[in-house]
């Protein structure tokens, strides 16, 4: 489910996000569009049993260890690793299974779709949401940490 509708309806109904391979560097791919998607309102649930708290929430080691409702499940982990952690998302209810760029587990896929739930492959959370509610700019991110403008003394 790639098409604009889809993703702004999922980026806009599903507010809790259980990422999955988190890492608590925050040079990693994981922390920075996780503290992004924080910052922008969204609940974000740390799922890496190395660590016990990354952007000031408890990690759990699996999903099915949260003890809380959760939307998206979002995936940085190797295509060959997501499998087993879709069904974990199809076990505690989830709905949307999210797989970060460069993550095509069409097994996966297939799975999440039977059991309802949403399904999202090759994408980005930082860059759809950027992208779909005006956090892009012509640069390509708007970090507001370069910029044109001299500034006000």
Not at 62 to 84: A, N
Not at 132 to 144: E, M, P, Q, R, Y
Request: hydrophobic share 40%; glycine share 6%.
């Amino acid at each position: 489910m790639t098409d604009i509708p889809t993703l702004r309806r999922i980026l806009r109904r599903y507010r809790t996000i259980a990422v999955v391979g988190l890492s608590a560097d925050w040079f990693r791919p994981s922390y920075f569009a996780a503290k992004y998607m924080q910052e922008h309102g969204y609940r974000i649930i740390p799922v890496n049993p190395k660590y016990p708290e990354i952007l000031g929430e408890r990690c759990y080691p699996s999903l099915t260890d949260i003890p809380e409702p959760v939307d998206i499940v979002d995936v940085f982990r190797r295509t060959q690793d997501v499998l087993p952690i879709a069904r974990q998302a199809v076990e505690i209810g989830a709905k949307c299974l999210w797989q970060q760029l460069g993550v095509v587990n069409e097994e996966a896929d297939r799975l999440a779709r039977e059991h309802g739930l949403d399904s999202v492959m090759d994408r980005c959370v930082k860059i759809e949401h950027a992208r779909l509610f005006g956090g892009l700019s012509w640069a390509g991110v708007n970090t507001g940490v370069i910029s044109a403008k001299r500034p006000v003394d």
